[in-house]
């Protein structure tokens, strides 16, 4: 019972019936079943949006902060207690849009995070204006001429940053989210999972039918490993490749470097400084 | 020529040159020794926007009596390239002795006579223009009738780094520079006739910025993220630098927003985070100042303060964001403002902040300046404390509510790992365990809840310190980094019925604070902005009108004598 | 059954229903035709932040003495899916009329007798489920006794672009609502016999949203930089909306910081510039008002309140955020907060802010509320005239300074590529031609000059609106979006010596407010938040206490019967 | 004399003797002279720090706003105004650090500006910390152990991100700096260029004999149109390829996307609403 991540209680889900965000729910809690990890143990992050209501749908710690900053607490948090399991998840305008420099500062930054991004292609919770990864031309009641900007290719951005590892699924295979979920969580370092998943409500264009159609799983053959694949991979544009598509895993990771893990790896919230110290660092600017 | 100058209570010596030419170093090697030797020593430095050339200055002020302000009054000026700007020259006085370089000219030797030393010459000899700094350095000692060894400790610990012969080469210099000085004494008499004390040797020399370092880590700080940003770089820099000494996280942020967000995720998880930034980077955190009002968590923010509005003047002083700091992060919630005055201040108050933070789980806001930031001054260590801290956070059990309601009004802070309960937390309006809720009962008592904790944090107050009689009529206040200079105005004017009240928890305001105003029956207020912010936060908390309001908003830090003409005039 | 209920003088309806059931255009379609028909309409919704599910409602107000304000009674309550939350619930009295569909149970038919109607089984012959809320809107244009082919023009309109079979579905279901409708007034004699009078059709029906809107294109607006965030979207859809009539730039930026600082780049080159945000998308653009504040420019910024800390109540109401308006950004320099009452007031309040802002080169503020931006309400074309408007800046010549001291204060705000001088503009304090300085005594010209500006604006403020007699004892003070409840309970009350005051400019205060505070003997002052901001700042602006607060901040609106007990116990 | 952006006075430069900002200031004026650019058509934005002091040395227009806040204003200014030539003019960390966020969007924005980055790898005005550009393993007075993370590599993403141009120089080579600052102000559409430049005073690595050693100049045969070979440059590590990278002529720029710009190409300025309009639009709500 303990890692089932279910309420004891019913919750109400304030997502709309067929969305996308169902599947990725369950999808994650799957994943962690399957990893047998601990809730006790597991902390989600989140922004603010659709997307980033999931921590409060599964029985896990939350910090479910401010739009866009998912991805700083997630950091902090496994700086401050590096046996914890921490996922940043929210949506494509909160990780890409809002939060677009903690996105790719947290790449290099490398924190061993999984950073789960529901691509609705859309802002969701605000009712159906474009995000970074919307389909150029798309009308919306603020782009009523359509957008014309590229959208914002975050698959290639973490390649091109050379994040230690980067994937990306449809949510209309569960399965395959699922299992590359668990791979994020289990790889160490900085994991990025672009989820597609479709929003009934405002976006009429990204559906179940047309992810399924612009989309194609990359051959067991295929190599992660090689940057320039990867590369090639990620803008694809006719139909984008689902799977890993990029890792490395010889990067430095943040918290290892902190210097307050060398010596023992004890959670800092257990420590003490020692105020002997402290009064020694005072007498050294003694006059005596 | 000199002929018989003698100071006997209070020197002023102040080096002026340009960005690059180690004024730094020659502030640090003099309070350093002086201090060392048991003098009184206060120091003060005033430096530009850039990394080379402009004007910068350094005050160092030995006295008996404890004079730990900034005077305008220079007794003794050293101009290291004698483009003294007009900020300084304005302070050259009939009184003041120019002690120059020969070769040098400039504006400050035509105006005046001005006694040339071979500085650059001696310093050519001991191996160059770099050592330009130690030469006057040593040349200051001599004065002091302090011997010519008396800064080979310290030449040892800066520049051990960078291998003896650096450190024999500035020894060297340093004797040169100290048999200048000696000849000058001696020959000229020019003397510095000021008290040695055993007890100034056993305070601890510290800066703003150390005050607040050492402060931290005595808090329990555990964590950093910051942003550089002049002046409160050095406090960033000062708990880097103690990290090798301490368990500290130290990142440098990609921006502010991270940093703060990351400060608030490292107290989620049970670390003890502080971020240090000055008024434009804080205006970057004030969503995340909210954030920490709504989760209820603790938070340490130490802003520097500097002139704004914007870039404004980055490295120089002003008391300008007292009402930002008071209203930053929409929506309504507590927080505390503190704010020292003294060195032992800053500690203490840095450590007292970490407590109220983690007790009332608000954020707590250390508030200084560029001024606080940069003044060197001993402290008396018994008058700073460092005691055990306490981590107020619970071990949870499987019923645990993050925002449970007490009978104390304080929800117990669990943290995820330790026990067995969810610790959920959630910037929307929340039910007692942390899920969103949109009910109106809720938000009713969680508003409740969250505001009550201004009242208990007030009943804690910090005290103000009163200096002067207590049947005053007359009050005046000050809060912060005028301390000391206000002091020594008030002390100097002695004027019968007055009293001086300096704030050190700015808000919420103590039943003391209260007390003080409503008996007095003139409150003047002085304050380094031009809206005299305080004094309007004073009106509000104590319903009592302020009388008089003493501004000043041009970049610099109130003078002695400056105040000391304020506090003549009001009658 | 009913059996002959007569609403003649004032009736409330509220449809309570899901997100995504139709509730809004029920509103608007009611709304729309009643005004049409010349009934005198107030409405306004309240609703969960979520795009499915949970509980919303409206409440449509029609009445014969122009009531502006919600009501917390409600006559006829329509659920469209009889799961009435809590607070809804809370709200039903003894005196409610529910009509509900026959199949629906649930909360609302438990407690209470309930008209049985079938409107489910009506929608499904029309079509669908979807028509559910057009058959109800049908319905309650036959209680109001208005032709069924009322509707059509309104519908046309709306459904249009799905084209001619949507309509005529749509037309359809209306019909059969409205003969279920007519069924019951007849057979039942449930009549609403309220005045149609030719000036509420001459009245403009607009909502909060529009009036912002088609206030900032008459003061000028060319350009709008912003990110979405409730309640502040609607200005921005607005604004794009009325691109496709005028030149309007129209841009969704990446963050609020781009946002804003787009804004101040567009005011420079010559645009006319707003941003609309809410509470914690503005307090990412604190440090950009900061630069607005240094560099001297003009910017217009929308905040439409809702509840904080944080994310808060998105979807919900609070005048919480006026201290962070008031203060956000690092620094001193002046700024104006007006806030709308009514929709004339949005119209000629946010043209002014553009005048305001250009005239004297200061940011200005435009304070409304989740309440303000959804009701809909009409507005007389000849309270809000649109006036030519005029912009400030002027041709360069080759001497062009861009902060030229000036005898009035202001320095002639040139725009680059129109003239001969060159325009530069810095955030660090700078010289009149915008270049870098670190001298003080600039600094202290510089910000004088800033500072100057307030008590220009202050003597050009907007008149606050008085209400009652001219010689009150007791003042009621209100602000922003209260105004109608404020005036409907107050005019309920009468009581003698006492007079109702709404401020619209809200900072800086002008003369008239000092005077009538002057000679009030009491001050209450109403606002929706809970530490009473308004009322701080007027104590702060006047010198004058404020004898009651009342106040409010479970994230709704004031209540008329709420305001009228209050007003009532003030005795 | 009407274009020499020199002024008439004497301009205090507060920049270290030997910084390479003077080399960068000297080929920005040199270009926009032989491109007979009228100042008085000319606008500098720029943040805070050095780099970002240099539109106050050049005798244009300037908007000197906030630090990392130089690409906003600079596309507003050309939405405002598109006859004007516009400049973002600022330091590596204010571009890619604190900036990070409008680096990204704006390169998707695609304005017609040129973003010209003074990449000293350090930060130079706050005396001497990391930049996001700042070699691996560089300690300071903040990072006592020294740097961990892969620096920032601005070409990738702005490759990754599609960019309508991209280049770097280093000032080391002021005519070539010189050369391609003028191809990025003629082309249409975002423009950016990474010109490496030493600061003498906090970075003691990326000197101008590091720089020199460890950059090349694309072949003349080099095609920069190819996104893919882009990408292979733009991770080049041994030695940074100078020149144009990456270069795409035919994407949306934003001013022409707002629609004020299609009956007429008058600034927005000289524009007033049409009052009747206003009234008329006022009157759709009327109940008559
Ligand atoms: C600072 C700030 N700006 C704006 C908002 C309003 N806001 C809430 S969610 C959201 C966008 C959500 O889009 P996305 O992240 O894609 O999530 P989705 O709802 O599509 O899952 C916005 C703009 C906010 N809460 N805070
Ligand atoms: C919001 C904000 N944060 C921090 C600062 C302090 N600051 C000024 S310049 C600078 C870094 C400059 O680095 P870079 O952009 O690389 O320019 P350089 O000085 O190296 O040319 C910083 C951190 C600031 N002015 N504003
Ligand atoms: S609006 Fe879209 S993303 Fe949000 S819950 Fe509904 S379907 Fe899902
Ligand atoms: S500090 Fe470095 S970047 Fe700044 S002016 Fe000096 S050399 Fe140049
Ligand atoms: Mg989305
Ligand atoms: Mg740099």
Not at chain 2, 517 to 535: C, K, M, P, Y
Request: net charge negative.
């Amino acid at each position: 019972m303990s890692n089932t991540y279910e309420f004891d209680h019913k919750q109400d889900i304030a997502w709309c019936p067929g969305c996308g965000n169902f599947g990725i729910l369950a999808a994650l809690k799957m994943a962690l079943r399957e990893l047998e990890k601990d809730p006790q143990q597991v902390v989600l992050t989140s922004g603010i949006g659709q997307a980033a209501k999931t921590p409060q749908y599964l029985n896990a710690h939350y910090f479910n902060g401010l739009h866009g900053r998912a991805i700083p607490p997630a950091m902090a948090i496994k700086a401050s207690n590096p046996g914890l399991t921490v996922i940043a998840e929210s949506g494509d305008g909160d990780t890409y849009g809002e939060g677009g420099n903690h996105f790719i500062h947290g790449i290099r930054r490398n924190a061993d995070i999984t950073n789960i991004v529901h691509n609705n292609m859309i802002y969701g919770l605000t009712k159906g204006q474009a995000s970074p990864t919307t389909a150029e031309g798309m009308k919306t009641a603020i782009h009523i001429r359509g957008t014309f900007e590229e959208p914002f290719n975050p698959i290639a951005v973490a390649v091109a940053l050379d994040a230690s590892f980067v994937a990306r699924t449809n949510i209309g295979d569960l399965k395959q989210t699922k299992e590359i979920l668990k791979q994020a969580v289990m790889h160490r370092g900085y994991a990025l999972v672009d989820v597609f998943q479709p929003c009934v409500v405002f976006n009429k264009l990204n559906t179940y039918a047309w992810f399924k159609e612009h989309t194609y799983t990359l051959p067991e053959d295929y190599d992660p490993t090689d940057r320039q694949a990867a590369f090639a991979k990620s803008i694809e544009e006719e139909k984008f490749p689902l799977g890993v598509i990029y890792k490395r895993e010889d990067k430095p990771i943040f918290e290892e470097c902190l210097g307050v893990y060398d010596a023992n790896r004890d959670p800092l919230y257990t420590r003490y400084h020692n105020r002997e110290k402290i009064v020694e660092v005072l007498d050294r600017y003694k006059g005596e | 020529m000199v002929k018989n100058k003698t100071f006997a209570e209070d020197v002023s010596i102040v080096f002026g040159g340009e960005a690059g030419q180690g004024i730094a170093t020659i502030e640090q090697m003099c309070a350093t020794i002086l201090h060392k030797e048991g003098f009184h020593t206060f120091s003060v430095s005033e430096y530009m926007s850039r990394v080379r050339g402009g004007s910068n200055s350094t005050e160092i002020r030995v006295s008996n009596g404890k004079k730990n302000a900034f005077v305008e009054r220079i007794d003794i000026l050293f101009p290291l390239d004698c483009a003294v700007s007009g900020h300084l020259a304005g302070r050259i006085s009939s009184d003041t002795l120019i002690i120059a370089d020969e070769t040098q000219s400039g504006k400050c030797a035509e105006a005046r006579e001005v006694v040339r030393v071979p500085f650059l010459e001696t310093a050519e000899a001991s191996g160059g223009k770099i050592y330009l700094n130690v030469v006057m350095a040593g040349f200051v000692l001599a004065l002091f009738e302090v011997s010519d060894s008396a800064a080979d400790d310290f030449l040892k610990n800066k520049f051990g780094r960078k291998g003896e012969e650096v450190v024999k080469q500035n020894m060297e210099a340093v004797r040169k520079g100290w048999a200048l000085g000696e000849k000058m004494r001696k020959e000229q008499g020019l003397q510095i006739v000021l008290e040695r004390r055993d007890q100034e040797k056993s305070t601890v020399l510290l800066n703003g910025e150390m005050a607040i370092s050492i402060g931290a880590v005595a808090g329990g700080c555990d964590f950093i993220a910051s942003y550089p940003m002049s002046p409160s770089t050095g406090v960033f820099n000062g708990i880097a630098e103690l990290s090798r000494d301490f368990d500290i996280a130290v990142e440098q942020a990609e921006d502010e927003i991270a940093a703060i967000n990351m400060g608030l995720g490292a107290w989620y998880a049970g670390a003890r985070a502080i971020i240090s930034t000055s008024g434009g980077g804080f205006a970057l955190m004030a969503e995340a100042v909210s954030l920490a009002g709504m989760i209820e968590s603790p938070m340490v923010l130490h802003i520097a303060q500097r002139p704004g509005p914007a870039t404004g003047l980055p490295t120089q002083t002003e008391q300008g964001d007292l009402n930002f700091v008071l209203h930053a992060g929409h929506g309504e919630f507590p927080r505390v403002i503190l704010a020292p005055g003294t060195i032992e201040d800053g500690v203490v108050l840095t450590q007292r902040a970490f407590d109220l933070a983690d007790k009332f789980q608000v954020p707590v806001f250390v508030l200084t300046d560029q001024f606080y930031m940069d003044m060197h001054l001993g402290a008396q260590s018994d008058m700073m404390p460092i005691e055990k801290y306490q981590k107020y956070f619970v071990e949870t059990d499987e019923q645990y509510l993050r925002y449970k309601y007490t009978s104390d009004g304080l929800s117990p802070r669990g943290i995820p790992g330790f026990g067995k309960g969810f610790v959920c937390v959630d910037s929307d309006e929340h039910e007692e365990n942390g899920h969103i809720t949109e009910s109106h009962e809720t938000r009713v008592q969680m508003v409740d809840k969250r505001m009550a904790r201004l009242e208990m944090i007030r009943e804690e107050a910090i005290l103000a310190e009163l200096v002067g009689p207590q049947d005053f009529s007359t009050l005046i206040v000050g809060w912060g980094s005028t301390y000391g200079v206000m002091r020594e105005a008030f002390e100097a004017v002695e004027k019968p019925g007055t009293a001086f009240l300096h704030i050190k928890q700015v808000y919420p305001l103590g039943a003391d604070v209260l007390e003080y105003v409503g008996r007095a029956s003139r409150v003047v207020v002085v304050e380094n902005n031009i809206t005299g912010q305080f004094a309007d936060l004073l009106t509000k908390e104590t319903g009592r009108k302020v009388d008089d309001r003493i501004v000043q908003y041009d970049g610099t830090p109130f003078s002695v004598e400056k105040l000391t003409e304020e506090f003549e005039n009001l009658g």
